[in-house]
């Protein structure tokens, strides 16, 4: 009969450490997102709601991107739960489509820190986001977002299979959806339409979350069957 050696246990212990001081981090980057909106979000605050010095933060994360893009990671978990709901709980692909938009747009709504955090990280390009984020980091982002992509991608899929949409590429559908509903969903926070009263003279108008919403929707509904 053999032991495991006893630094194998104190490296499972220290690895387990590490792994919830991280969850902990994140969580209080969230909380601090939720409360005050991602750019009022500083290291010295989020260390601060730990309890911990700024170097502690440095010393789990690359820098503040990798952490607002783990961040990121929570949101987007959340966001596929409420997205998978409204699928099971609606019949064909239409329905499925319009319940998806929907529960993204209700998701981004009472969660606006998601939708600047997303911006955020959609601003960088690729080698920008490899320079600054670790590869593990980029791997849970990607598949945070993947997986959120991948149900829009699969109600695309099958509708195309029952004849109902017509799309070449549900992929690049799915990706440019989404990509374009974190515009609207910034829309929908402002709550302001710029427009003309007349030539050469601006004016604003208002638009709800409502008919962001619906907007979405027509247009998601619109290239999938055109």
């Given at each position: 009969m053999t032991t495991a050696p006893e630094t194998d246990g104190r490296r499972t212990a220290a690895a387990a450490r590490r792994r919830a001081r991280e969850r902990e981090i994140i969580s209080a980057t969230r909380g601090l997102f939720d409360q005050r909106g991602v750019r009022?979000?500083?290291?010295?605050?989020?260390?601060?709601?730990?309890?911990?010095?700024?170097?502690?933060?440095?010393?789990?994360?690359?820098?503040?991107?990798?952490?607002?893009?783990?961040?990121?990671?929570?949101?987007?978990?959340?966001?596929?739960?409420?997205?998978?709901?409204?699928?099971?709980?609606?019949?064909?692909?239409?329905?499925?489509?319009?319940?998806?938009?929907?529960?993204?747009?209700?998701?981004?709504?009472?969660?606006?820190?998601?939708?600047?955090?997303?911006?955020?990280?959609?601003?960088?390009?690729?080698?920008?986001?490899?320079?600054?984020?670790?590869?593990?980091?980029?791997?849970?982002?990607?598949?945070?977002?993947?997986?959120?992509l991948a149900l829009l991608t699969q109600v695309l899929e099958d509708g195309v299979e029952r004849g109902v949409f017509t799309v070449e590429d549900p992929v690049l559908l799915a990706n440019t959806l989404y990509a374009s509903g974190l515009g609207a969903l910034q829309l929908a926070r402002v709550g302001i339409l710029v427009k003309e009263a007349a030539p050469g003279i601006p004016t604003v108008g208002t638009i709800s979350p409502e008919q962001v919403r619906d907007y979405l929707v027509a247009s998601a509904l619109a290239l999938a069957t055109r």
């Amino acid at each position: 009969m053999t032991t495991a050696p006893e630094t194998d246990g104190r490296r499972t212990a220290a690895a387990a450490r590490r792994r919830a001081r991280e969850r902990e981090i994140i969580s209080a980057t969230r909380g601090l997102f939720d409360q005050r909106g991602v750019r009022d979000a500083q290291i010295e605050d989020i260390a601060k709601a730990v309890g911990i010095n700024r170097a502690i933060v440095y010393r789990h994360f690359t820098g503040k991107e990798e952490l607002f893009a783990l961040t990121l990671v929570e949101y987007l978990d959340e966001l596929r739960a409420a997205m998978a709901d409204a699928i099971g709980a609606a019949d064909g692909p239409e329905q499925q489509l319009r319940a998806l938009v929907g529960a993204f747009v209700e998701y981004g709504v009472a969660h606006p820190a998601f939708v600047d955090c997303a911006q955020t990280i959609m601003r960088r390009t690729g080698p920008d986001l490899l320079d600054e984020i670790s590869e593990g980091a980029l791997f849970r982002l990607g598949r945070g977002i993947s997986g959120c992509l991948a149900l829009l991608t699969q109600v695309l899929e099958d509708g195309v299979e029952r004849g109902v949409f017509t799309v070449e590429d549900p992929v690049l559908l799915a990706n440019t959806l989404y990509a374009s509903g974190l515009g609207a969903l910034q829309l929908a926070r402002v709550g302001i339409l710029v427009k003309e009263a007349a030539p050469g003279i601006p004016t604003v108008g208002t638009i709800s979350p409502e008919q962001v919403r619906d907007y979405l929707v027509a247009s998601a509904l619109a290239l999938a069957t055109r």
